[in-house]
């Protein structure tokens, strides 16, 4: 099968975003580290099929906006944990939109191109009974917001970043038959999951100064 026909490209822009319940505000405390998913060497002349190609699409596009949100978290969080996690983030998508970006040119497809300046990225249709993305205008408020406000909110819109991420790696696992693409699913899989235990214990509602 040539991989071109059939070449699912990533042109959706984000969707609905995950919505707080309640006053929960951003813990300050600093969560245990999640595991950083090492960079997996490509296989260049391996097989590899449309999912293989859609998940390093996706997963670049996801990497994209994660990159952005971090990014804003290191200049602007208030909260140490939260900080800190943003430049582990940050960290880490770098040699990951690298690596698949390696991939997609070696088998001969196209490459989700790169946001310029402070622009938002455009984020992948993630297909059904996938986890929706924010909408963009929930990530343009977060750069009007400062404090808890900014913190609780750039929380918000990691979660389905991160869901969507391990969403991509389960598919992959299930549909991908290239070996270095489904290692490196497992990998994703493992350290988001492990980062969006963070995430969501930051969220927990803390004691407000009344009570």
């Known amino acids: 099968m040539n991989p071109a026909r059939t070449l699912v490209v990533v042109t959706a822009v984000l969707a609905a975003g995950v919505a ?99 622009a938002l990225p455009p984020l992948p249709s993630m297909g059904p009974g996938m986890p929706s993305m924010p909408p963009a205008q929930e990530l343009s408020q977060l750069q009007s917001l400062s404090g808890e406000q900014f913190d609780q909110k750039f929380v918000e819109l990691l979660i389905p970043n991160h869901e969507g991420a391990v969403a991509s790696a389960t598919a992959e696992l299930a549909n991908g038959v290239n070996p270095s693409a489904k290692q490196l699913a497992e990998q994703v899989k493992t350290s988001q999951t492990a980062e969006l235990a963070q995430l969501r214990q930051m969220l927990g509602a803390t004691p407000s100064p009344t009570e």
């Open 20 to 118: 707080l319940g309640g006053c929960a505000t951003t813990q300050t405390q600093t969560p245990p580290a999640a595991p950083v998913a090492p960079v997996v060497q490509a296989s260049p002349t391996a097989q590899f099929n449309n999912s293989d190609i859609m998940f390093a699409q996706q997963l670049i596009a996801l990497r994209q906006q994660a990159l952005w949100l971090a990014q804003q978290g290191v200049e602007r969080a208030q909260a140490v944990g939260v900080k800190q996690l943003a430049t582990q983030i940050e960290a880490e998508q770098g040699p990951q939109i690298q690596q698949l970006t390696t991939w997609l040119t070696q088998w001969g497809v196209p490459v989700p191109a790169m946001p310029s300046g402070t």
